[in-house]
């Protein structure tokens, strides 16, 4: 069955949802991730029925403005016609087929080309393959079992072990979660897994020192990672994972003397250097691949999220020519993948995603004029009672509710003051993540001037029923 010439979608009329017994049916059935589901279900869900350019609405009727691209990924904003156009195309034409048994596909040998012709060479590193997942997690699991094919493919099946950082966050999978630092995972399940060590991550409000500059300061905690090459040895490290800018972990970004002396370090010691994009790929921080911007040289990159906005589950590693020259050469059979690698639908997804955002020149105009705007109206916020350590890179922003602005003093994590704000946010009728005590934000590329201008009247008023609260429980002295 041939697909039409053109696909107009029909006009969508919104039926009315029974939301008591949406959220009764989703309590007794739906099992959310990172959810207290026995709390969940005392309060009920936000049942989510339709969403437009930067907002959505809930069955109740409510708007919000989107502040966190669904979760860091509708880069291009809902409703987008060529996206769904796309996809049903592809549908009609092949829908499924894998990649298993010496077989391929258009769109997923398409796609391949052309993220390869958008990752900007880094010195003798070129990005000329790469490896399909439905998402990040997946991605980096890929990476442990590329990392460790690499070595041993090279005689040398001891360096296993791969350094990673304390609070960073690499996905939900056993490998994803053991790469990443964050404290909660690591206590369910028995992780990580071995041969995974952690440094400290370059965050100023809890690992800096009275006096020390950002530049020094970066230098420092960079450094942290030779000193654990050391106690491994460096005849048994493999690699070592970071994040750009990180943004689960709280939106930290680092000083910018902090990757130019990771790289020197990588280099010195020969082992690789793997930068997870996921969330900051595909002009999250005004260019296609982020680590362009912050001197270093990666040799993997694991993409997800933006590279289809969301519209689809993708992702993959785009795998370095030292990396792959080896692994092709001399690694034989790869006995890694999944049932989705490469899916044509999926991958047509992404390719139309691409072509929208090179029409609209979108990547150079986050970079020229949305991100400096978003920047200068975000910082108006610093003024404010509640607010220290206010921080901004590309579309990415975040700030800490402190107790007191100097020395700076952090509430009692017991009151969870970041998730007090975060529900007068959706009062007010913005999205903004809380983690801990920093608030953060990271919306879509497409937002506009007067966008941001109406985001940021909301996030002040937040705030300021946030400090209401703050001084009616006594919190502030």
């Known amino acids: ?7 107009v979608p029909p006009a969508i009329e919104r039926c009315q949802v029974d939301t008591p017994a949406m959220q009764a049916l989703d309590s007794a059935h739906y099992m959310h991730p990172f ?31 989107d502040a966190m691209s669904g979760l860091w990924c509708v880069n291009i904003g809902y409703g987008r016609t060529e996206l769904a156009q796309a996809a049903y195309l592809q549908m009609m034409e ?22 390869s012709s958008l990752a900007p060479r880094a010195g003798d590193r070129h990005f000329s393959h ?34 990673a950082r304390h609070n960073a966050y690499h996905g939900s999978t056993i490998g994803g979660a053991s790469m990443g630092g964050m404290r909660g995972m ?48 460096p005849d048994k490290v493999a690699a070592f994972i970071g994040e750009p800018v990180q943004g689960a972990g709280g939106v930290i970004i680092p000083p910018a003397s902090y990757w130019p ?25 005004g260019a296609w691949f982020a680590y362009e911007q912050f001197g270093y040289k990666p040799d993997l990159i694991t993409f997800a ?70 920047e200068k109206a975000f910082a108006t916020l610093a003024g404010h009672p509640l607010v220290g350590d206010l921080r901004s890179c590309g579309m990415v922003a975040s700030l800490a509710l402190v107790k007191q602005k100097s020395p700076l003093t952090l509430f009692d994590p017991a009151l969870a003051i970041g998730m007090v704000c975060r529900a007068h946010c959706l009062a007010t009728g913005v999205i903004m993540r809380a983690v801990g005590a920093r608030m953060i934000i990271a919306p879509p590329l497409v937002i506009t ?13 937040s705030l300021d029923l946030t400090l209401e609260d703050a001084r009616r429980q006594a919190w502030l002295t």
């Open 305 to 374: 999220k933006g590279v289809t906005s969301g519209y689809q589950p993708l992702g993959g590693v785009m795998v370095g020519n030292r990396v792959a020259e080896v692994l092709i050469q001399k690694g034989g059979e790869f006995n890694h993948g999944y049932t989705y690698s490469g899916h044509p639908v999926a991958c047509a997804v992404a390719l139309a995603n691409i072509e929208w955002m090179e029409k609209q020149q979108l990547v150079e105009r986050v970079r020229n004029d949305i991100a400096p705007y978003l």
């Open 94 to 115: 092949l829908p499924y087929y894998n990649s298993f048994f010496n077989s391929t596909n258009v769109p997923a040998v398409r796609l391949a080309a052309k993220l």
């Open 35 to 65: 959810t207290d589901t026995r709390g969940l279900a005392a309060k009920g869900a936000r049942v989510v029925t339709h969403a437009d350019n930067i907002y959505i609405w809930d069955s109740e009727g409510k708007k919000l403005l």
């Open 449 to 461: 001037h007067e966008q941001i201008d109406q985001m940021i009247t909301m996030i002040r008023r």
């Open 261 to 285: 002396e990771i790289q020197r370090i990588v280099d010195k010691y020969g082992i690789l250097l793997i930068s997870d994009e996921v969330i900051c790929a595909f002009g999250r921080l």
């Open 130 to 163: 790469v490896f399909f997942s439905s998402s990040g997690s997946e991605s980096n699991d890929t990476n442990i079992r590329m990392v460790r094919h690499y070595w041993a493919t090279l005689g040398q099946p001891q360096r296993k072990t791969i350094i």
């Open 1 to 7: 069955m041939k697909p039409d010439a053109l696909f």
């Open 186 to 233: 690591h206590e369910q399940g028995d992780l990580p897994i071995p041969g995974i060590v952690h440094i400290d991550q370059p965050y100023g409000v809890e690992h800096g020192r009275a006096g020390e500059s950002e530049h020094d300061f970066g230098l420092r905690m960079a450094r942290q990672l030779e000193h654990k090459i050391l106690a491994v040895g």
